[in-house]
T-cell receptor, first 111, second 110 residues
Framework: DQQVKQNSPSLSVQEGRISILNCDYT??????FLWYKKYPAEGPTFLIS?????DKNEDGRFTVFLNKSAKHLSLHIVPSQPGDSAVYFC??????????FGSGTQLTVLP | DAGITQSPRYKITETGRQVTLMCHQT?????MFWYRQDLGHGLRLIYY???????DKGEVPDGYVVSRSKTENFPLTLESATRSQTSVYFC?????????FGPGTRLTVL
């Protein structure tokens, strides 16, 4: 039973346009959410996070939105660049410090 | 250099052999974690450690053993490797909520 779901295995976007990656969770005890980016043959790298007391967090081209009532978060990348092409994982944690990951979305930004 | 390292980066072994994957971090983070990544599953937690000499099971601990005698090291041992343990293994560490990952070890069990 997946507690964190990324229902889109892949997404293609034109360079300069907005990329929107989605993530749903089922565990209401999750109170901190993170996005990681992963290139082939490398470890995941931390991108951005959001606490459950907020509904939006912004860092440069990256914005994460959290809708607690819908148990849904999304990552917006504006504008998308070819270097953003990677697998994006959302993750969630409660008080135990353990991260529960989604299965990932492969983003391809087309030049 | 500061950071988190894993060794070896690639390993091929045979069914039934014992294999140890190494993880070393220089941040003095109290928490360390081991994950495996398989297609369609994302990253799944194998074991984690809150401090030296404190370890606990994650989602998929069967067939694995960990130890943590020093804060900076967290080795993962497959006592008798099976083909189903072919995977990419990632080690991570954290001080608070954000975990930082090593480059991974690709393990193939023949």
């Amino acid at each position: 039973d997946q507690q964190v779901k990324q229902n889109s295995p892949s997404l293609s976007v034109q360079e300069g346009r907005i990329s929107i990656l989605n993530c749903d969770y089922t565990n209401s005890m999750f109170d901190y959410f993170l996005w990681y980016k992963k290139y082939p043959a490398e470890g995941p790298t931390f991108l951005i996070s959001i606490s459950s007391i907020k509904d939006k967090n912004e860092d440069g081209r990256f914005t994460v939105f959290l809708n607690k009532s819908a148990k849904h978060l999304s990552l917006h990348i504006v504008p998308s660049q070819p270097g953003d092409s990677a697998v994006y994982f959302c993750a969630a944690t409660g008080s135990a410090r353990q991260l529960t990951f989604g299965s990932g979305t492969q983003l391809t930004v087309l030049p | 250099d500061a950071g988190i390292t894993q060794s070896p980066r690639y390993k091929i072994t045979e069914t039934g052999r014992q294999v140890t994957l190494m993880c070393h971090q220089t941040w003095s983070h109290s928490y360390m974690f081991w994950y495996r990544q398989d297609l369609g599953h994302g990253l799944r937690l194998i074991y984690y450690s809150a401090a030296a000499d404190i370890t606990d099971k994650g989602e998929v601990p069967d067939g694995y053993v960990v130890s943590r005698s020093k804060t900076e090291n967290f080795p993962l041992t497959l006592e008798s490797a099976t083909r189903s343990q072919t995977s990419v293994y990632f080690c991570a560490s954290s001080a608070v909520d954000t975990q930082y990952f090593g480059p991974g070890t690709r393990l193939t069990v023949l």
